[in-house]
């Protein structure tokens, strides 16, 4: 895959040299980031796995309504990323 | 948030790969809710004063808005995010879709006698811009797998990902709440062939056979593998819809054939020759009294410089190259360059169908057509998103 396409009026400084976009001064920044969000992300499926557990244990995948997953991971998401906020 | 496809091509997913594209959607409405909205007020409090105290003049543009916010920590963070959220998305699908190929092929195997057709065509010179980037980053982009149904599993998949649930259940809001918007508005329209041009799985395609069920459906796209994959799901889904290889710059199909000429997201993909001859190709095809019509994102004439760049962003970081060109064009320009006439030309915004339901439909369909455009939550996918179209008959 060729990443030669670009808007006409995109100067080449929006881009490292392998195509790349960059958007810290410190290109590592960028790659921090991605970082981050990775290790959360797994951190998050642990998360899930532990609820699915501890669901089982009480018994609560029978005969109880199951832990809403999509309102626990918006405030794990909040929590985690709440520093950003700042920027 | 994230949506589990209508048909069984869907993913038959660990719960890890459940876990992972959750936390992808998730991570998609912070970025795109929360810290957009932050961005915003880095710009407005930082970022055009800075650019109006060293020009003049705060953002007139787009590119000025861009301009004015490269290097801002707010953009910085918005942006980072943004692109790795969007390689998270197909991360998140891209084991699903290579352990299941065999499944896939058996499904859609049990399908093929069902109504409906596939004719690709080998032959065809597959435009540049469809296979020699990973269109908005999707690896492989539409030609992953030439023809088989990897690329639209893919697309399928982590478009269920990507949309955060906005885009509907079946992924077809956009077609949903646009064929309704036009069923309404013109009720003694009776179509019956309608063409979709661009229409890669078909997302869009089906909910105008489910308009107008009498009509004949087609639906076209230069990549294979999508359509392949297009073909089996529309059966699946009870949808007689024939699907054809061909690139809607180069309509193998006779003058006035058409009574809809329809598009979903599309033309932003293709360079500015490509557009213009898709527009003379439609204009072709479609019989007197025949109905242009494209969802796409408002132009950015407009919209104000932020909301402008904050849609163009795509152009620069998201591998989207036309995205700013077709935006910075004004889609009258684009019909009556075509042969429509001007008095024949509409645009529109529609509430998204899912959200607002059917009765915010029709009453964008019976009140003012170009109430909400330019809203900031046109073309946004974002809390509060509704969809913007624009066509014209032709006379």
Avoid at chain 2, 356 to 364: L, P, S
Wanted: net charge negative; hydrophobic share 40%.
């Amino acid at each position: 895959m060729s990443d030669q396409l670009r808007p006409e009026d995109a100067p080449p400084s929006l881009y490292d040299d392998s195509g790349n976009p960059r958007f810290f001064a410190d290109p590592g920044m960028d790659r921090f980031v991605a970082v981050v969000m990775n290790l959360a992300q797994e951190v998050w499926v642990q998360e899930e796995r532990l609820i699915a557990l501890e669901e089982e244990k009480s018994g609560q995948s029978i005969d109880r309504p199951k832990i809403d997953r999509d309102a626990k991971a918006k405030e794990f998401i909040d929590r985690v990323f709440a520093p950003i906020r700042e920027a | 948030m994230s949506v589990e496809l209508q048909h069984p091509m869907k993913a038959e997913a660990t719960p890890d790969e459940v876990a992972r594209g959750r936390f992808v959607s998730g991570m998609r409405s912070l970025i795109l809710n929360d810290l957009a909205a932050d961005m915003r007020s880095a710009y407005e409090r930082r970022a055009a004063p800075a650019f109006a105290k060293e020009h003049g003049a705060e953002p007139q543009t787009s590119r000025e808005a861009h301009q004015a916010l490269r290097g801002d920590p707010a953009f910085n963070i918005y942006s980072a995010m943004r692109v790795q959220a969007q390689k998270m998305v197909w991360a998140s699908v891209a084991d699903s879709v290579e352990r299941e190929t065999e499944r896939l092929v058996a499904e859609a195997q049990a399908v093929s006698d069902l109504d409906g057709s596939l004719n690709l065509d080998p032959a065809l010179d597959v435009p540049k811009n469809v296979h020699a980037i990973d269109v908005h980053l999707m690896p492989g982009s539409y030609t992953r797998g030439e023809d088989s149904l990897e690329a639209g599993a893919v697309y399928d998949r982590g478009l269920a990902v990507f949309s955060m649930g906005l885009m509907g259940a079946n992924l077809d809001d956009i077609g949903l709440s646009m064929s309704k918007y036009i069923k309404l508005r013109y009720p003694d329209f009776a179509p019956t062939r309608i063409l979709d041009t661009g229409c890669t799985v078909g997302h869009n395609t089906l909910p105008w056979k489910q308009a107008y069920p009498q009509a004949q459906v087609h639906a076209i796209d230069a990549a294979p593998g999508p359509l392949a994959y297009a073909s089996a799901r529309a059966k699946m889904q009870g949808q007689d819809v024939a699907f054809r290889q061909m690139c809607a710059d180069d309509l193998a199909y006779e003058d006035e054939s058409f009574d809809v000429v329809w598009s979903s997201m599309f033309l932003h993909e293709l360079s500015k020759k490509q557009r213009a001859k898709c527009f003379d190709e439609a204009y072709r095809v479609l019989k007197p009294g025949g109905l242009l019509l494209h969802m796409e994102l408002p132009p950015n004439d407009q919209m104000g410089a932020f909301d402008g760049f904050y849609l163009d962003w795509d152009s620069y970081y998201n591998n989207e190259p036309y995205y700013k060109g077709y935006r910075d064009e004004r889609p009258s320009d684009l019909c009556t360059r075509a042969g429509f006439g001007e008095s024949e030309y509409f645009d529109f915004v529609v509430p998204s169908i899912g959200i607002y339901g059917e009765k915010a439909v029709a009453e964008a369909a019976t009140g003012d057509r170009a109430e909400g455009v330019g809203q900031e939550t046109t073309g946004r996918l974002a809390e509060g998103v509704m969809w913007y179209g624009f066509g014209a008959w032709k006379k």
